[in-house]
């Protein structure tokens, strides 16, 4: 196999399995739509983990709420632009770290599972509730999650780099200064 086939086919291995978590998204918002719609709740564990049907046209947690047509256009806009910018990322980049190319397929998975719903229904469906005590989390999707897992391990992938290079000039400082 080629090097140009070799390096289409790991890109095409991260966007398979972006896609798979955005059709888990859309899916799973279907089955919240069908389901929750309504007013009806489930408690998957009491007091933890709950399903109840949330419309939300602003952005995380949320936050932009009042933003009319103009404010939906926007984060369709935005949110378009981000997934351009990842997309593109997956493909200009080597492939030297999957760390960061998997926090990348995550991130694509999840602007693209929101955007869906912005474009198709002018806000996103959340569904996901989780208790902590008296405290509740806003409520979220599956996109919503693939976001901040995707946004964590680049942090993390950050944090790592710079205590990898930060420990490698230290030990060259300390070797050329006896």
């Not at 896609?19 to 899916?27: E, G, M, P, R, T």
């Not at 980049?93 to 929101?114: H, K």
């Not at 569904?127 to 902590?132: D, G, Q, R, T």
């Amino acid at each position: 196999m080629s090097a140009r086939g070799r390096n289409l086919g790991w890109r095409a291995a991260y966007l398979f399995a972006s896609a798979c978590v955005f059709l888990l998204d859309q899916a799973t918002k279907a089955w919240a739509v069908r389901r929750l719609r309504f007013g009806e709740t489930l408690r998957a564990v009491e007091g933890f983990l709950h399903f109840g049907y949330a419309e939300n046209p602003g952005i995380a947690f949320g936050q932009f709420q009042e933003g009319g047509e103009f404010g939906r256009w926007l984060l369709i806009s935005l949110a378009g632009l981000a997934a351009i910018g990842v997309a593109l990322y997956i493909f200009r980049t080597t492939r030297t770290d999957d760390r960061t190319l998997g926090a990348c397929a995550l991130l694509l998975a999840g602007i693209a599972g929101n955007l869906t719903d912005r474009v198709r229904l002018g806000h996103v469906i959340d569904f996901i509730e989780v208790h902590l005590g008296s405290f509740q989390w806003p409520t979220f999707n599956v996109a919503d999650a693939a976001i901040c897992t995707g946004a964590a391990l680049l942090a993390l992938d950050i944090i790592l780099e710079g205590r990898k290079e930060g420990g490698g000039q230290k030990a060259v400082m300390t070797s050329e200064n006896p």
